[in-house]
């Protein structure tokens, strides 16, 4: 188990939102807070001034090669 999940500041402008969740809730969170209060649009979302920061967290995270080669 590891202790050290990354939180992420999550706003939405519509209710005026701004919280942090989990890294790894941090999906689920948008997805029920949208469906639930804005009937599935993408009010809710991660703040913009570490979106950026956040987007290679997961894709580290993810184990995404976007943009290296690696002899297989
Ligand atoms: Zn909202």
Redesign the pocket.
């Known amino acids: 188990m590891s202790d050290d999940d990354p939180t992420v500041p999550v706003v ?4 005026g ?1 701004d919280t942090r969740v989990s890294l790894s809730d941090l999906r689920e969170t948008l997805d029920r ?2 469906e639930n ?2 009937d599935g649009d993408d ?2 979302q991660v703040a913009p001034r570490i979106a950026n920061e956040l987007a290679n967290v997961v894709a580290e995270d993810l184990d995404l090669d976007l943009d290296s080669d690696e002899d297989g």
């Open positions: 939405c402008e519509d209710c939102t807070h949208n209060q804005h009010v809710a």
